[in-house]
């Protein structure tokens, strides 16, 4: 409990400077936002599989075209680093691995494109950059937070997967199907896919959402709160739950990079199916945007332990 405390106040005390800094701004079509994604926040003592995210996001919404029907496009770059560890094989004498998943770093850089579609329609299209290994330096920033909080000593990382870099071109379309007179609920559809060196797979969620809600052309979920016009000042809050199902076809933070022929991915073979559910709370006004999410997923191994979960934090300033 005390660790879970003092990861969520470093990360308040980080953020909350931001809200302070910046001046009275009319035109808000800029946002920078910060994402910790840990399984400390479960609260539960766990430490394992993904076990760390970190990214770092630069949004801006571009002009509309007058004889366009899209009434809105936002440009993303994402910076970030994920960390995966394994749970200890005790006898791990009579099996070829020691660690029930792979050890790997995942450091990563995206551009992507949302737009904005009549009739509550969302089309995203992202490229993606990363790479794994010793490279992406997930062992040197796991051991830092595990003495910055004065945790156990991370050991494992001597069977982490080779280097390999790679990229991924990936697609989502978002979909809102019902939305009550009362603005209040409302229930979508999203369907994505990726495609590339590090991970290849396709999955359909169906999001609920209950609150003060917008339109999806409006709303923080879609990120189509950025816009060229006058900031809207309304807030926007809601409670979100969003069960999704995918097939996984290739996952390089399990296997090793694609045609490596990594001989620590050899030894593990991935789930091709994952079902997944996500629930959370968001707030926002025409200034910042923050809320929490947990995540609760089946095995992304046929050798792992234990099903897959974590918790998000995430903060967003608009200028």
Same mark, same amino acid.
């Given at each position: 409990m005390s660790v879970a405390l003092r990861f969520l106040g470093l990360f308040w005390a980080v953020i909350f400077p931001c809200f302070f800094v910046f001046g009275q701004v009319k035109?808000?079509?800029?946002?920078?936002?910060?994402?910790?994604?840990?399984?400390?926040?479960l609260l539960t003592g766990q430490d394992r599989y993904y076990t760390n995210g970190i990214n770092i996001n630069y949004r801006i919404a571009l002009p509309g075209k007058p004889d366009s029907q899209t009434s809105n496009t936002v440009l993303d770059f994402e910076i970030g680093?994920?960390?995966?560890?394994?749970?200890?094989?005790?006898?791990?004498?009579?099996?070829?691995?020691?660690?029930?998943?792979?050890f790997a770093g995942y450091l990563y850089f995206s551009?992507?494109?949302?737009?904005?579609?009549?009739?509550?329609?969302?089309?995203?299209?992202?490229?993606?950059?990363?790479?794994?290994? #010793?490279?992406?330096?997930?062992?040197?920033?796991?051991k830092f937070i595990h003495h910055l909080f004065g945790m156990y000593e991370a050991t494992g990382w001597d069977t982490q997967l080779r280097n390999s870099f790679g990229i991924d071109l990936s697609a989502t379309y978002k979909?809102?199907?019902?939305?009550?007179?009362?603005?209040?609920?409302?229930?979508?559809?999203?369907?994505?896919?990726?495609?590339?060196?590090?991970?290849?797979?396709?999955g359909?969620?169906? #999001?609920?959402?209950?609150?003060?809600?917008?339109?999806?052309?409006?709303?923080?979920?879609?990120?189509?709160?950025?816009?060229?016009?006058?900031?809207?000042?309304?807030?926007?809050?809601?409670?979100?739950?969003q069960p999704s199902v995918s097939r996984i076809f290739y996952s390089a933070t399990v296997e090793g990079g694609r045609g490596?022929?990594? #001989?620590?991915?050899?030894?593990?073979?991935?789930?091709?199916?994952?079902?997944?559910?996500?629930?959370?709370?968001?707030?926002?006004?025409?200034?910042?945007?923050?809320g929490i999410n947990y995540i609760f997923n089946s095995k992304e191994?046929?050798?792992?332990?234990?099903?897959?979960?974590?918790?998000?934090?995430?903060?967003?300033?608009?200028?």
């Open positions: 035109f808000r079509n800029q946002e920078i936002a910060i994402q910790n994604d840990n399984d400390v926040y680093q994920r960390i995966y560890n394994g749970i200890s094989i005790i006898d791990y004498r009579r099996q070829e691995k020691k660690y029930d998943r792979p551009a992507g494109v949302t737009r904005f579609l009549p009739h509550d329609q969302v089309v995203e299209f992202k490229t993606e950059l990363a790479q794994i290994g #010793p490279k992406s330096y997930g062992e040197e920033a796991q979909k809102g199907l019902y939305r009550s007179q009362n603005q209040q609920f409302d229930v979508g559809i999203i369907g994505e896919g990726t495609i590339g060196i590090n991970n290849t797979n396709m359909i969620a169906v #999001p609920l959402r209950l609150g003060r809600l917008k339109s999806y052309q409006a709303s923080t979920f879609t990120h189509g709160h950025l816009t060229q016009g006058r900031a809207n000042n309304d807030k926007e809050w809601y409670f979100v739950y490596k022929n990594d #001989p620590i991915g050899k030894l593990y073979t991935i789930q091709p199916w994952m079902l997944s559910h996500r629930i959370g709370f968001n707030w926002s006004n025409h200034k910042i945007n923050y191994l046929k050798s792992v332990f234990h099903r897959h979960q974590y918790g998000e934090l995430f903060f967003a300033y608009r200028f």
